[in-house]
């Protein structure tokens, strides 16, 4: 009941575990990473930046406006001399201008046809959906990694187990050595050789026991939780229960990796027709508006203001820059045929993953289902080794070496669970399923 309790408030409030909880499901620890993982924010950033992006591209078609005003004090006014006859018999030098001068104004540009601008609006959408797969490919990450980790807490703990009952085990024989000893029915050596064999699984037993401190910060790690926080893994049918896995049909155009790649690609096409675009003219309406005063005394230059304003059109033709667009163009038209080259290549790779993760978990579909019967056999061989030993048809040794087949059958077992479970996650990144396998728990 306990369990249950625990696991229902694990699936009531996924996302954040209550510091009380004592068990943590494989769901709970996604949706906590989920939520409180650092490369989420970061993702969570991006996509703000190509939010904004998208608005300073649209900036470039609003209108822009700014406002200007100084006040001048002329210090020295500049002359100039009026010829004989202008203003009287002789040359004459007059002061051009006033000594105190405010000027205030105000100018608008708006833009009317610019392609390069308009392309640049037209990138924001595959902007946006770049950013929108980086945060899907950050929360298929965090999911994998997760697994990973969660899976190998579960192992680590089975081997716990596992060890403990061998000591049990060892231990039970140990007693009936002991009492043969000392009847005088076996030699030392064998009971020191039994005893060197519970040691040795002892060890063992503390270095599994780290193992499984170092996989819990591990995943902590990856949840983003606290190193100081206590967490502990539910008790799972999870290696009990081997699920069938259907081997699905390779689709490239459902991972995240293919989907960037294409969309970075659209972008560099963009890029390039924007570079073009330099070629072309450009046209902006122009207008100001100011007003102006002039005087010779310092009020002066505050009063009397005078308006004046102007409207207009602004029409720039590019003619020659000397080929640098054109060395732009080229570059752009390389970068192009390298990301498409890069992409082919990708997708060799991305088949090759799938075919060999695919490969991989029927292979260890098949091996821990053996191991599992030899498991079951070796635990039957040794039942029955350890009645007939203790019945005096079996020597010490056949016990021994009982033992040890039983060891070796669970440790196989142990290492074909770890096979199976990364070699199911390897399959579902390969095909992009990664987001339902974490719905589907």
């Not at 943590?24 to 906590?32: E, F, G, P, R, T």
């Not at 072309?280 to 010779?296: F, I, K, S, V």
């Not at 752009?332 to 080259?341: D, G, H, K």
């Amino acid at each position: 009941m306990k369990r249950l309790a625990a696991f229902l408030m694990i699936s009531l409030v996924p996302a954040l575990p209550s510091m009380a909880q004592q068990n943590w499901s494989l769901k709970a620890c996604i949706d906590y990473g989920l939520q409180h993982f650092g490369t989420v924010r970061v993702a969570q950033y991006q996509t703000e930046t190509a939010n904004q992006q998208a608005r300073q591209a649209l900036g470039t078609y609003l209108p822009q406006v700014s406002a200007t005003g100084n006040f001048t004090d002329n210090l020295k006014l500049q002359t100039t001399l009026l010829p004989a006859g202008f203003a009287g018999p002789e040359p004459t030098r007059i002061s051009l201008g006033s000594k105190y001068q405010t000027n205030l104004s105000a100018q608008l540009t708006q833009t009317i046809y610019d392609k390069s601008a308009l392309l640049g609006m037209k990138a924001n959408v595959p902007n946006q959906k770049l950013a929108d797969l980086t945060v899907r490919q950050t929360r298929e990450e965090i999911i994998y990694n997760i697994a990973t980790n969660y899976y190998q807490v579960l192992i680590v703990q089975q081997q716990i187990d596992l060890l403990k009952d061998n000591l049990q085990r060892t231990q039970q024989v140990l007693n009936i050595l002991k009492l043969q000893r000392d009847n005088g029915v076996i030699q030392p050596i064998d009971y020191s050789n039994t005893e060197v064999s519970y040691n040795n699984t002892q060890s063992q037993l503390s270095v599994s026991e780290n193992n499984l401190a170092f996989a819990l910060n591990r995943l902590k790690y990856q949840m983003g939780l606290p190193q100081e926080q206590s967490l502990s893994i539910a008790d799972s049918v999870i290696l009990r229960q081997i699920p069938a896995v259907e081997l699905p049909q390779f689709n490239t155009h459902s991972l995240v990796a293919y989907q960037k790649a294409v969309t970075n690609l659209e972008l560099q096409k963009l890029q390039l027709q924007r570079i073009k675009a330099g070629y072309q003219p450009t046209l902006n309406l122009t207008a100001n508006y100011g007003t102006l005063a002039l005087g010779n005394q310092f009020t002066d230059g505050f009063r009397n203001f005078t308006g004046f304003g102007s409207v207009g059109l602004r029409l720039n033709i590019p003619i020659f820059d000397g080929f640098q667009r054109d060395a732009q163009v080229q570059q752009q038209r390389l970068t192009i045929m390298t990301q498409e080259e890069q992409l082919k290549l990708n997708m060799a790779s991305f088949g090759l993953q799938f075919n060999n993760a695919q490969t991989q978990l029927q292979k260890t579909q098949t091996n821990i289902q053996n191991d599992d019967r030899n498991v079951k056999l070796a635990q039957e061989v040794y039942n029955i080794t350890t009645l007939q030993y203790k019945q005096g048809t079996k020597s010490l040794t056949d016990l021994i070496n009982a033992d040890n087949s039983y060891r070796q059958a669970q440790s196989n077992y142990i290492n074909s669970l770890i096979n199976f479970y990364q070699a199911r996650l390897d399959l579902e990144q390969s095909q992009g399923t990664l987001l339902t396998f974490y719905n589907q728990l």
